[in-house]
């Protein structure tokens, strides 16, 4: 499979150079040449494939022969070695938890994922790699965890000060060894901006090897259409009709990848792109008109992104087409406000607790089912309402048990340097390394 940039001013390029590379020469995203179609005889026997057989089935034709089909099929395994469930919340709702992995949130497959094939890749060639990523709060625990350890690959995590949640910032300041964490006076926007601005300065990318571990990166983005084939094998166990999916979203790598799922033959009713009042998205799917906005903090904020980098993927999915993109996508908007009372209802209710990105997702999909009152749907819960306590505690007034695999981080010392937000300190201070 070859990759091309989304500008279309730069070469194609197989799986392992878009991986190494992040994103192409010329500032696009790489996206397939062509979308692989899912064998109806899968999707029909889905219920028979263990998650490992279907993961390396899906991504087997994106990665092409980058990668031997044994390594791939040990990556793919290593990556998903943990459950992820399809609760039923109640009779209308069910809970895809993608939080059972190390870092508690699904950004752990794409780290997972993408830090194998670097490491793979990485004996390949001399000069060590460069991960440079920004984080609004999960990724940077992911990453972190993904690539400790990996010989050959350096990882330099930025992100906003006071702006991620305790358990976040311990994730991705106490790993130590290849792994550095920065700590930027801004907003993960100026985070963004200023990895951004690395990838195209040619002095630091004469003196190194630079990529991304945000889901601009192919390996981050695309394993993450697994969730929605490991959510559907659950979901036809108990419904004979496709599933709403609603997706509480920021920087739109995960719905992305569901759309891309879909369009590659998943089963799949309907998309909710749930949103805090970082709504660049939403307001697009309403208006036909996208604007990227400054961002907003919010109590989900692993979701305040003004100008989400996946849009422009969505709109390749769908030929650019305003049309099928807003007939198949709803967008809502959700304040903190309701997220908070949505966390209480929840809980009252069916005793289930949501983090604040969760609720977002809840919410958006109760409101849609009010008008579309014969079907059912899910939503993705991708954090454990255990990295938000301050605000979760306070609303249903108890404490949430810490998971065992969390408890030994409290006893770690964080380290990180302090940065300004702007790029010629980070260039500086790269250069110094
Ligand atoms: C990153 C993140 C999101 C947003 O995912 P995108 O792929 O950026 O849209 C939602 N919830 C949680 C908990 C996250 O960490």
């Given at each position: 499979m070859n990759y091309y940039s989304l500008n279309k001013k730069a070469a194609n390029v197989d799986f392992r150079e878009a991986t190494i590379k992040g994103?192409?020469?010329?500032k696009g995203l790489y996206f397939p040449v062509t979308i692989p179609r899912v064998a109806n005889d899968t999707i029909k026997n889905i219920?028979?494939?263990?998650k490992e057989e279907l993961a390396l089935e899906i991504m087997l034709p994106y990665v092409g022969n980058t990668i031997t089909k044994s390594d791939l099929q040990k990556i793919v395994s290593e990556t998903i070695n943990f459950p992820f469930p399809l609760v039923s919340v109640n009779k209308k709702i069910y809970s895809l938890e993608l939080f059972h992995g190390p870092t508690l949130a699904f950004k752990d497959v794409g780290a997972r994922f993408m830090s194998r094939c670097l490491g793979y890749f990485s004996t390949q060639q001399k000069k060590k790699i460069t991960v440079l990523v920004a984080t609004s709060g999960d990724t940077g625990g992911a990453v972190a965890n993904g690539f400790l350890g990996v010989e050959g690959v350096e990882v330099i995590i930025l992100y906003p000060s006071g702006k991620v949640s305790p358990v976040q910032e311990l994730q991705l300041t106490t790993c130590g060894q290849n792994i550095k964490a920065l700590e930027v006076k801004g907003s993960f926007d100026d985070c963004q901006a200023m990895v951004k601005d690395a990838f195209i300065d040619v002095d630091l990318n004469n003196h190194l090897t630079l990529t991304s571990a945000?889901?601009?990166?192919v390996a981050r983005w695309l394993p993450q259409q697994l969730y929605y084939f490991f959510a559907y094998q659950q979901w036809i166990k108990e419904n004979d009709t496709a599933p709403i999916i609603s997706v509480p979203s920021g920087n739109f790598g995960n719905i992305c990848a569901g759309l891309l799922a879909y369009v590659s033959g998943l089963p799949v009713d309907h998309f909710i792109a749930a949103c805090n009042v970082n709504d660049a998205i939403p307001e697009y799917l309403r208006t036909g008109n996208y604007q990227s906005k400054k961002s907003i903090p919010t109590i989900?904020?692993?979701?305040?992104?003004?100008?989400?980098?996946n849009f422009v993927r969505i709109l390749e999915l769908f030929q650019s087409s305003y049309q099928n993109i807003s007939e198949k996508i709803s967008g809502y908007t959700v304040s903190d406000e309701i997220t908070k009372q949505t966390i209480d209802d929840v809980y009252q209710k069916d005793h289930y607790i949501l983090d604040p990105h969760g609720a977002v997702a809840y919410y958006a999909l109760e409101d849609y089912l009010k008008s579309n009152p014969s079907k059912k749907g899910m939503i993705l819960?991708?954090?454990?309402p255990v990295k938000f306590p301050d605000t979760v505690e306070e609303i249903i007034g108890k404490s949430i048990e810490i998971p065992e695999s969390v408890k030994p981080l409290f006893q770690l010392e964080k380290k990180s340097v302090l940065m300004e937000p702007n790029f010629s300190d980070l260039k500086g201070w790269l250069l110094a390394q």
């Open positions: 994103q192409a020469p010329d219920h028979a494939y263990s945000n889901s601009i990166n989900s904020n692993a979701m305040d992104v003004g100008n989400p980098s819960e991708t954090a454990h």
